[in-house]
């Protein structure tokens, strides 16, 4: 059984795809490219499709990740070019590989944010990014199925940083752009709740809704301050793969006349 991992991509309009639609379109893309899948047992198989911390709806990413078993080995390229051709644009398949070392979901440990917020001058921003920063707590309240629940959603986040205009903003309407890093715990701090904190600490309340995107999640990494690539070992390994038969025959190759 071979076993293949995708980050995709929920850009423009598709932000606002639910994971459960996702799912529906990815599983009638895998029919429409005739990829050879591995089911479930039991009376209701399904495709063996490994889901890995989707961004919530209503937010746009360039770092989804999901995969596949498949019960005959295709090649991971052509097969991300044929299940990309059978989604709607705005979901994407940009990148494949084989999967050769174990735990994809243990390294999405943290995620980049980018938080664009129109009609927020960029001064206010960075006033309530230095307050929520200074702050030894951030209690935010979230609605959940058991009612409200109230945490602290300032240890979680590792920087908030405010960053320059947009060049596409018109001339005249003040815009501030922040990143956001923030690791995967239990309770899960979203964008939204740290805009919440925005709000608790110094008062920014954006006049329109904030638009949130996901630029990568992965492997947080504590002596550099960054989110690693979580595909990257899979590509070494195969790299590793690929470079030993040719080392091995170069080693066995016998010296020729001095």
Known sequence: MQRIRLRYTKRGRLR???????QRAFERALRRAEVPMAYSAGFTPHPK?????AAPTGTGS????????????????????LLDESLPAGLDIVEAVEARTSGLA????????ELRLDGVDPADAERAVAAFSGAG?????RMTKNGVRTFDARPA????????APADRPSDQPCAILRLVVRHVTPAVRPDDVLSGLRAVADLAPPVPAAVT??????????????????????????ALTATPAAAATAATPEGPA
């Open 16 to 22: 606002f795809t639910s994971h459960r639609d996702f």
């Open 49 to 53: 499709v490994s889901y890995a911390n």
């Open 62 to 81: 360039e770092a989804e990740y999901l995969e596949i078993a498949l019960t005959e080995a295709r090649d991971p390229e052509t097969l991300r070019v």
């Open 106 to 113: 243990d390294r999405l440990t943290a995620s980049v944010w």
């Open 137 to 141: 707590a951030v209690e935010v309240q």
């Open 157 to 164: 986040v590792v920087s908030l940083e405010t960053r320059g």
């Open 214 to 239: 996901r630029l990568a999640q992965g492997l947080f990494d504590e002596e550099t301050g960054t989110v690693t690539d979580p595909l990257a070992p899979d590509r070494e390994a195969a790299e």
